[in-house]
């Protein structure tokens, strides 16, 4: 790479997902980190509870993020070649358990106020 | 000492604050100021390299005239065909239109460039119409000798067990149609490639691999062979590279043919045949001879030469190359060894390396700064020394992301993160997803 920017970087994301779709997921992480940070405030504490399923759910964001980036790009677990490949899938499925944990405990704060 | 003639004055002061404001608050990130010129800049070839490269000028020059000369209404997004050909991407994947990545302000000329006069400084069209430059870059890309292959055309590509990637978009699904049926019936395939300086020297390799990946989960090991043929003595021109190679071909059970030349080919019978080259052992002397290789699917890379204008015009190297026509140029500068107006970009380079989009990518910006230090009457520091650039598919899910110089040496991007030869998901997942991206980056003069 030549003058890897984040500019640059930018432009690729943009690229790989179209401009609209790209920065509409941009904004749709920012919202949910939002309402995420709003509950917090909001409630003033954690909910175990409701921590609890968003915990439960972190596996299959996990897997779901795995084979959603293998479906897209054509490659299996069998792909897995070297150290670099295990952190890069361990990278994705921490990204896609955490941001299934924070959408999770957001929506149950959102909706099911008063069950808890 | 005093200031004369700075106001004092409160609304001189708010005037300042107003000013330092205004410059605070435009063009961030900080650009250096345009460069005013009246230059005539003429760019032939609006592929990757003229493209990328008048989009960085717009940014840099204020009031030059700028024409780009291209008949070519679609652009190919070249480093796709592999993939294409391998059936993991439509034809489409590579194909937009010319104009969607020209800037503003600029003038296209859609015809072909017919002949250049490099001492009057003036290049006529194929319609005629004639443009004078100040500063002239070639970059019109090369032409595929199909015709140097006996028996074989385009219109054979899909059929009979015959590929050609090259070719273009659709040839290059056809190729799959063809590749396709042989890793679903097995038999088998011949790879070649030409005796010629290439495109990308890894896309025949990338070729073998994958057809033999995708036919091991499909038809099956034991059902089918590939034979992999070159006119070269080495597998691949980095020596290290070569060795990694014959290594992999070695586990995937590849066989090779060096030094295997295709002459002419026997479409009705599937027969190819080959001059193979041998030095005698006493006399050192090359000793030819035919060699016929059946086939089921074999796939065809043609000879590759600089375009007919360019051999004409007396650019070309006159003492390499010369069956070729690449421009003589410098190969740190890319300048004209002859005449210092003119530079070469991409493909039509006569330089050692370079024929990928990954090479245009560090070539632009050494172009760009030597032509804007000639417009300002300094000579320009950039220097290109050679990188090219290959994530070489080893199977479908893996690639080994291969980047080397002008020495063979290899240059690594992330040393220490991606091992350069090594089979990689990571390296696959960047030919898949961020090649295309930072390619597009690329046009746009933004990479």
Redesign the interface.
Same mark, same amino acid.
């Given at each position: 790479m030549k003058e890897l920017t984040f500019e640059t970087l930018i432009a690729v994301f943009e690229e790989i997902f179209g401009q609209g779709l790209f920065w509409a997921m941009v904004v749709a992480a920012l919202l949910v980190t939002a309402a995420y940070l709003y509950v917090l405030i909001r409630d003033r504490s954690m909910s175990m509870r409701k921590f609890l399923l968003a915990q439960l759910s972190m596996p299959f964001g996990a897997v779901a993020s795995v084979l959603f980036i293998q479906a897209m790009t054509d490659s299996h677990f069998r792909d897995i070649g070297g150290p670099i490949d295990v952190i890069v899938l361990l990278g994705v499925a921490v990204l896609g358990a955490v941001g299934t944990a924070i959408l999770v405990y957001t929506a149950q704060s959102l909706f099911r106020r008063k069950s808890t | 000492m005093t200031l004369k003639g700075l106001s004092t004055s409160r609304r001189g002061f708010l005037g300042l604050g107003a000013a330092g404001l205004a410059t605070a608050g435009l063009g961030l #990130?900080a650009r250096a100021a345009k460069l005013a010129t009246k230059a005539r800049i003429v760019i032939i070839g609006a592929g990757a390299a003229g493209t990328a490269l008048v989009n960085r000028l717009v940014e840099r020059l204020e009031g030059a005239q700028i024409t780009i000369v291209d008949a070519r209404a679609e652009h190919l997004y070249q480093p796709g065909l592999s993939l294409v050909a391998a059936g993991?991407k439509p034809a489409s994947y590579t194909l937009s239109q010319t104009t969607d990545w020209l800037p503003d302000g600029i003038a296209l000329v859609a015809e072909n460039a017919a002949a250049i006069d490099p001492i009057a400084k003036i290049v006529a069209t194929t319609s005629g119409q004639t443009v004078a430059y100040d500063f002239l870059i070639v970059a019109p890309g090369l032409v595929l000798d199909h015709d140097a292959i006996e028996g074989f055309s385009l219109d054979l590509v899909g059929q009979n067990g015959i590929g050609a990637l090259y070719a273009g978009p659709d040839y290059a699904a056809k190729t799959w149609v063809a590749a396709k049926r042989f890793t679903e019936e097995g038999g088998l395939a011949v790879m070649t490639r030409p005796a010629t300086e290439m495109k990308c020297a890894g896309a025949p390799l990338k070729h073998a691999f994958l057809v033999e990946d995708i036919a091991s989960r499909t038809v099956g090991l034991g059902k089918f062979e590939v034979h992999y043929t070159a006119p070269q003595g080495a597998l691949f021109g980095v020596p290290i590279v070569a060795e990694k190679v014959r290594m992999l071909f070695g586990q995937r059970g590849i066989k090779t043919h060096m030094s295997h030349k295709l002459v002419s080919i026997e479409p009705g019978q599937k027969r190819a045949m080959f001059e193979k080259t041998e030095l005698d052992a006493a006399t050192k002397a090359e000793i030819k001879t035919m060699v016929e290789l059946p086939y089921d699917y074999l796939h065809v890379i043609p000879p590759q030469r600089a375009p007919e204008v360019i051999r004409q015009s007396g650019l070309s190297w006159a003492d390499k190359w010369t069956d070729q026509g690449w421009v003589e140029v410098d190969q740190k500068t890319l300048r004209h060894l002859r005449y210092p107006e003119i530079f070469a970009l991409g493909d039509v380079a006569g330089v050692p390396k370079g024929k990928t989009a990954a090479s245009v990518?560090?070539m632009v #910006?050494v172009v760009e700064d030597h032509l804007i230090a000639a417009i300002e009457g300094r000579e320009g520091t950039e220097v290109y020394d050679g990188y090219t650039s290959c994530p070489l598919i080893t199977?479908?899910?893996?690639a080994m992301l291969v980047e080397f110089d002008y020495n063979n040496n290899l240059v690594p991007?992330f040393p220490g993160? =991606?091992?350069p030869l090594? $089979?990689?998901? =990571?390296s696959?997942?960047m030919k $898949?997803?961020?090649l295309?991206?930072?390619y597009? *980056?690329m046009l746009?003069g933004? *990479?």
């Open positions: - | #990130p993991l990518k560090w #910006p199977r479908v899910g893996r991007s993160m =991606i091992a090594e $089979e990689l998901w =990571i696959w997942l $898949e997803v961020a295309k991206a930072t597009n *980056a746009r933004k *990479a």
